[in-house]
């Protein structure tokens, strides 16, 4: 046991320790423990003095009345702000107030449930913005720092270590998030859409999402998915992406089916109904069909398929592959452009 002297009194020796070199005036020496602290303590105020500034306080109003709110960070001089969909969902006026205390209105630029992100612009001059990071450098057991606006209590920071990378996690239009950052840093009601910040005082995540009945679970969309989205949406106002018009179920294959069609996987997507001269319709797929591979990708489970349904394919003859009835059937189907979301 470490025995720590009391303000005022003499640095004690360790018991067995030398006394040559050692003066009664010289300071107490930090521990190594001391040092660590140090360190991890300037790693933290420094990132935390770096991206605090372009932090929002995100409030939401519906009909003259308070609908919700979140936290929010400028990422561009211009004054584009990222933020959670789930957060300005349903608002007619949003707020954004500075952590000078500064509030500006802002308008939505583009919105996407699919990935929980959307971005707004404020109006008024930006008081600093936070720079992107590459979420591929990341690793277990990084510092990982949370800014936000937590149960109402402004410019809340947290910090703990990147738990895991390369989660999925499921939106709720029902499609999943690939790529999500866990992290043990304290998320509460009210840090959804603030950033998640490395040592470099880098965004390295934009903060979605908690798990009430854990302890230490949390979420971030990484940073190279928050890139290509709200590029899009700064461009397009949304993410295109394609269908092909299938609702099904995954279905397991038997072993001997796998192997008689030389399938890497063991389970497919049955096909319960097409759309009414839908693009799969049109391409000859039917009801009872399994679709076991898309664009030359094997297809284990309708997830599977949603990641394959992006822009680069709306449009394009798309190989599909599927069973039917015990038989091994090679088909071309080119997706349509997924028509926008209902507004909030």
């Known amino acids: 046991m470490t025995f720590i002297p009391s303000p005022g009194s003499p640095a004690a020796t360790p018991v067995g320790a ?32 770096r991206v605090a500034p372009a932090v929002l306080h995100i409030q939401v109003e519906k009909s003259g009345r308070p609908a919700g709110g979140g936290s929010g960070v ?19 006026r949003i707020r954004a107030t500075s952590t000078e205390g500064r509030t500006s209105t802002a308008t939505v630029v583009g919105d996407d449930p699919e990935t929980d992100l959307a971005v707004l612009r404020l109006d008024g001059p930006v008081p600093a913005f936070a720079r992107l990071g590459n979420s591929r450098r990341l690793r ?34 029902g499609r999943l998030i690939d790529s999500v950052i866990q992290t043990d840093a304290a998320l509460n009601p009210g840090n959804s859409g603030g950033p998640l910040v490395n040592s470099a005082g880098e965004v390295v995540g934009i903060n979605t999402a908690i798990i009430a009945a854990a302890q230490g679970i949390c979420f ?12 899009r949406l700064i461009r397009d106002g949304r993410v295109r992406r394609c269908f092909i018009g299938v609702a099904g179920q995954n279905v397991p294959l038997s072993r001997r089916s796998a192997r008689f069609h030389d399938l890497a996987q063991e389970s497919g997507v049955l096909v319960q109904s097409t759309g009414a001269n839908g693009p799969a319709q049109r391409a000859g797929i039917a009801s009872g069909d399994i679709i076991v591979a898309f664009d030359g990708i094997g297809i284990r489970d309708i997830d599977d398929l949603h990641r394959l349904m992006t822009e680069e394919r709306t449009g394009r003859r798309v190989p599909v592959v599927l069973l039917r009835q015990g038989q091994k059937l090679d088909l071309t ?12």
């Open 74 to 92: 400028l990422f561009t001089p211009d004054g584009y702000a990222l933020t959670n969909s789930h957060v300005i969902g349903g608002g007619e």
């Open 220 to 231: 971030s969309i990484s940073s190279n998915t928050v890139e290509f989205v709200a590029s």
């Open 18 to 49: 030398s006394d040559a070199g050692v003066s009664s005036s010289d300071p107490p020496r930090p521990d190594n423990d001391d040092v660590l602290l140090d360190a991890y303590s300037r790693a933290v105020v420094g990132a935390v003095e």
């Open 140 to 173: 277990v057991g990084q510092l990982a720092i949370a800014i936000g606006n937590p149960l109402g209590f402004q410019h809340t920071v947290t910090a703990g270590v990147v738990s895991a990378l390369g989660r999925s996690l499921r939106a709720r239009s």
């Open 333 to 344: 189907v080119v997706p349509a452009e997924l028509p926008p979301a209902p507004q909030h």
